[in-house]
């Protein structure tokens, strides 16, 4: 056998994230900023919300850094307390922002939203099954960029999932994200430092997951549906490497692991 471990992507890949299901995620925590540390406009809450978001993912993800959610609320309680934000090219004074609220606040809405989270959104009708299925033949791990860790977690833990899985690697706790080789590395030690031509890793985005994966020597399968209004960060495929399979659905996934597993090692071992 030439596949000893499967690694998975989180959101888009175990978890659709369409808009409206985040949104509503957003609307909670908002409310709850709102009233318990107002009170402010819920639509203010948002708007501040919105603005940061976007300032985060241009300033950090073109240079591999996770956003950083705690942050994002200390700027947006800074905003909300009369805390002027910096102009869009301009980054803020973190420092000085963290002024205008105290760490048990921060803590609190980002609790909520991961909590939110949670709740509201579904897993993929086969994740389930998939895991239990390849969890008896390969050692899984969840290998995800996503902003808060324990919101994995504690989304595998409610949905059954920690049986299955040997580790959960997420970028915020990595401190970097893929396709950087760094977080490819780190799950590869918390497989137990297998060789890379004995992991796949699956995944929907283009870049992150399959030019990620194939670069550091690892097969790859490309989960090529996504919704179609998904606010989470995706990529166009492109002709820089070869997805090792392509599949169509979750459920197709063991299948296409199979077959994965009589192709020669990936290139770049």
Not at 16 to 34: F, I, Q
Not at 115 to 121: R, T
Not at 160 to 183: C, D, E, F, M
Request: charged share 25%; glycine share 6%; with cysteine.
């Amino acid at each position: 056998m030439t596949i000893e471990a499967v690694t998975l992507d989180f959101g888009n890949t175990l978890v659709p994230v369409d808009a409206t299901g985040l949104r509503g995620v957003v609307k909670v925590t908002a409310r709850e900023m709102a009233t318990r540390f107002g009170p402010f406009a819920v639509e203010d809450v948002l708007e501040a919300w919105h603005e940061e978001r976007e300032r985060q993912f241009r300033e950090e993800v073109p240079q591999f850094r996770e956003v950083d959610l705690a942050q994002r609320v200390v700027r947006i309680l800074a905003r909300l307390r009369g805390m002027v934000p910096p102009p869009a090219e301009m980054p803020w004074d973190d420092e000085a922002a963290a002024r205008w609220s105290d760490p048990g606040e921060v803590a609190h809405a980002v609790d909520v939203y991961s909590h939110a989270f949670v709740e509201a959104l579904p897993a993929d009708p086969a994740a389930t099954e998939v895991l239990r299925d390849l969890a008896a033949r390969y050692r899984l791990a969840i290998l995800s960029n996503w902003p808060l860790a324990v919101t994995i977690d504690r989304y595998a833990e409610a949905q059954g999932w920690l049986p299955y899985l040997s580790a959960v690697v997420v970028s915020q706790r990595v401190g970097t994200i893929k396709p950087h080789p760094a977080i490819f590395e780190a799950a590869r030690e918390a497989l137990g430092g297998l060789e890379p031509d004995r992991i796949c890793h699956v995944g929907d985005d283009w870049a992150a997951d399959i030019v990620g994966a194939r670069s550091v020597g690892w097969h790859a399968a490309w989960l090529s549906v996504r919704p179609e209004d998904s606010p989470l960060p995706g990529s166009e495929r492109d002709t820089r490497v070869e997805a090792c399979a392509e599949i169509g659905s979750l459920g197709a996934l063991a299948a296409a692991i199979d077959a994965i597993d009589a192709v020669e090692p990936p290139a770049g071992r």
